[in-house]
């Protein structure tokens, strides 16, 4: 499913409607609103209180669950986090968008801790990848926090419309935030070493690949002097 809505957001076909450039192709009339900021906290909660609720549910996990659930709980109280003190929202949101975000996070996470914890009598790796994991899974979700808090300062205090974001990494690609989410899934995958986790990795690169892409795209169109040499999602490659 990711990979789907990977290749429509890259095609434009269709993009989630929380995306700036959904409505590029699209005379959709979005009946039920909420303001922005509302809708991401609709979206992001949900799996943040289940995460937390696993602690207790599953207490006596073991330490690759406990590193699993604790990756995934610090992940989305960052998300919870951006929304209230970093990200600067402006307009509306789909109702039916937030909704189907939150569902879908929910499900796909709190899969992930379930799968884990069946694994919990199988015998493990030959190679122990979870304290590496999360190691990388650090790196990811700091490069992706530092790079969203370089975007809620492009705009300067009664500033709206959009610019082309400088430093960091977005003088080579337009979007490591994508790129560091990326790497923070496959920090989830390494530390908890199952097929599922693996899998909802490898749906999330094809998916931000599509949004990356589309991204760098929607700058092209909108911005006369957006350099060229800024790739989507990989330095100097793609």
């Known amino acids: 499913m990711s990979a789907i809505l990977g290749i429509s957001e890259a095609t434009g076909k269709q993009n989630l409607e929380y995306s700036k450039f959904w409505n590029v192709n699209s005379n959709k009339q979005v009946k039920a609103k909420v303001p922005s900021k509302m809708g991401m906290i609709i979206a992001y909660s949900p799996s943040l209180i289940a995460c937390l609720s696993f602690f207790w549910i599953f207490s006596n996990g073991g330490i690759r669950f406990f590193m699993l659930n604790s990756a995934i709980t610090i992940h989305f109280f960052k998300r919870v986090l951006e929304v209230l003190l970093v990200h600067k929202y402006s307009g509306v949101m789909a109702m039916n968008s ?101 899998s909802s990795t490898i749906g999330t690169l094809f998916y931000l690949t599509g949004r990356s892409y589309a991204t760098r795209k929607w700058y092209l169109s909108k911005f006369e002097d957006f350099p060229k040499n800024v790739k989507a999602l990989i330095p100097f490659v793609f």
């Open 98 to 198: 937030a909704i189907t975000i939150s569902t879908s996070y929910f499900i796909a996470f709190s899969s992930l801790i379930y799968f884990q914890h069946l694994t919990e009598e199988s015998p493990e790796p030959s190679i122990d990848l979870k304290y590496f994991g999360f190691i990388v899974f650090l790196v990811g979700i700091i490069g992706n926090f530092y790079h969203h808090f370089l975007l809620s300062k492009m705009r300067k205090e009664g500033e709206s419309g959009y610019k082309i974001p400088k430093g960091g990494l977005f003088s080579l690609i337009i979007c490591p935030h994508y790129l560091f989410e990326i790497v923070t899934f496959l920090g989830f995958s390494l530390i908890s070493q199952t097929l599922f986790s693996f």
